[in-house]
């Protein structure tokens, strides 16, 4: 029994890493992309945010030529 709650906690952790990490570097390019807005485009934020959807749509459709990705959305 006490086995399988050490097992429990090693996924537990790791997967929490696994997590942060992810946070942290999505918050590290939310930061560089807010940067270049304002650096090239005024920090006009409707033109692009229209044209990151456009962006992300695209490299969501281009692999499988589909948007099963965001169905679940």
Avoid: C, Q
Wanted: hydrophobic share 55%; aromatic share 12%.
């Amino acid at each position: 029994m006490a086995k399988a709650a050490h097992k429990d906690w090693k996924y537990f952790v790791r997967t929490l890493s696994i997590v942060v990490g992810l946070v942290i570097i999505w918050r590290g390019i939310w930061h560089v992309l807010d940067v270049i807005e304002n650096t090239f485009f005024g920090g006009e934020m409707l033109w692009t945010g229209i044209v990151g959807i456009v962006i992300g749509i695209l490299l969501l459709y281009i692999p499988d030529h589909d948007l099963k990705e965001i169905e679940k959305l």
